[in-house]
């Protein structure tokens, strides 16, 4: 895989990836035809050496791991993480807002959204939907399934400048009023204005997408709306990217397409070393777990139990699992802030990352990435053996900062952590950008990681 195809793959995984039950859906999907065992969590579960599993929870989160050949209270485990949720628009359950024939649906915001780029797009709905089916038996059941409607199905319109002359200075957007996305204009019929009732159009469009089940009744949502232009690449030379959602599929592409290559075992020219970790001992594990952007505390979240789940029936002996923790490695994945081009005084200088210069390093002292000199000894030790440049990113002393799943994955697991990502631009806008190198140079630092037999672990000791 070059970087030309791996770029076109990363575009098809976004574009086809609105919402994080998508995201895990392909990601599911890819694994299985890679051959990755999916397990369930409510099963008994029987791992074999030199195998591959994966494992969801929620629909918004999963797991995939090679067990190696060793025992990892011997070897390790070699482990990268990231996060499938990205800003949005959640759709509220009562959502219908009705002004003089105007339909617009009310939105909870969900993470940190630069909310001014949402307005005047062409915005899709996707997400699962719960609903009640009746079986060929007569027999009612329970089925969430995703949906998409993958076009452009509403905007959120600005005001003119003409009726607000103050927008380019002092315009402050609310949540609750100016975030409404415009959903239909309903025509007065004699006099008569018909009522739109956003679950009766829902569930049409439900029954069309799921044509092959006996639906009775919606039960319930989980609708977002996001950014439906899919991504491209921009620049004189096409050295940029442009898309919706790089915080973080980028991070979970990588992390994917690193462990299926992993698990295929195949030798590939373009990469500095040939790759067999399919046949290594160390075991290789992906963690991609929902809700980070608004801090990872929930079930299927980094701060919730699948991880350690996961690590308890792979390694049953506590103390094995114990010491298998005191070898492991993890490689926290979330995009790192570029220079900004017309604002370099938002950023300490000595650590101020550019796109299409490397994979960054994260660290604040505050703890807010997990990285310390070890872990960060480890990472520039994998990006020299894939021969790849590498940046450091410190946050302005004067600024907050924001965090990652890294902390609350080594601190629930007392596994050497260290925070990494692509350098980005405008994060958190409906659309961000990134070096059109940096998605592949990542993969090759994860893929190089993959690769190794053994981790120096004198270094981490």
Known sequence: ???????????????????????????????????????????????????????????????????????????????????????????????????????????????????????????????????LSLNDDGKESIFTLLLNYDYPLATIPSLAIHLDRNVNTKKVLNPQLDMLPLLDIIRNTNGNMAKMKFREILFEQVIKQHSNINIKELLDFDLSFSELQPPFFTGANQTMISSPRLDNLLSCHAALKSIVRSANGYIDKNFSTDVVAANSSA??????????????????????????????????????????????FIISLDNAHAVHPAHTERHDLNHAPFINNGPVLKINGSQRYASDCESSAMFRYICRCADIPMQTFVMRSDMPCGSTIGPAISSSTGIKTVDVGAPTLGMHSIREITGSDDPFMLFKAINQFFSMDSLPLEVLQ
């Not at 919402?19 to 065992?37: C, D, E, P, R």
């Not at 482990?79 to 949720?85: F, K, S």
């Not at 290789?284 to 299927?300: K, L, N, Q, R």
Request: aromatic share 8%.
């Open 1 to 131: 895989m070059n970087q030309e195809k791996y770029n076109e793959s990363l575009f098809n995984f976004i574009k086809n990836s609105p919402t994080q039950y998508h995201a895990v859906a392909n990601m599911a999907k890819t694994l299985s035809n890679n051959g990755f065992i999916p397990l369930k969590e409510g099963e008994k579960w029987t791992i074999k050496p030199y195998s591959k599993y994966l494992v969801t929870r929620n629909g918004s989160s999963i797991i995939a791991f090679l067990t190696g050949g060793n025992r990892p209270w011997e070897s390790g485990i070699k482990i990268v993480g990231a996060h499938t949720d990205s800003p949005c628009l959640k759709v509220k359950p009562i959502p219908e807002v009705e002004n003089r024939g105007m339909v617009s649906i009310g939105v909870e915001i969900y993470g940190g959204l630069i909310l001014n780029s949402w307005l005047d797009r062409g915005l899709n709905l996707a997400g699962r939907v719960t609903v």
């Open 283 to 328: 075991p290789c594990m992906i963690v991609c777990t929902d809700h980070e952007e608004v801090g990872s505390d929930t079930a299927s979240g980094a701060r919730g139990s699948f991880l350690s789940s996961v690590l308890s029936r792979l390694i049953p002996n506590n103390e094995d699992r114990i010491r298998s923790y005191a070898k492991s």
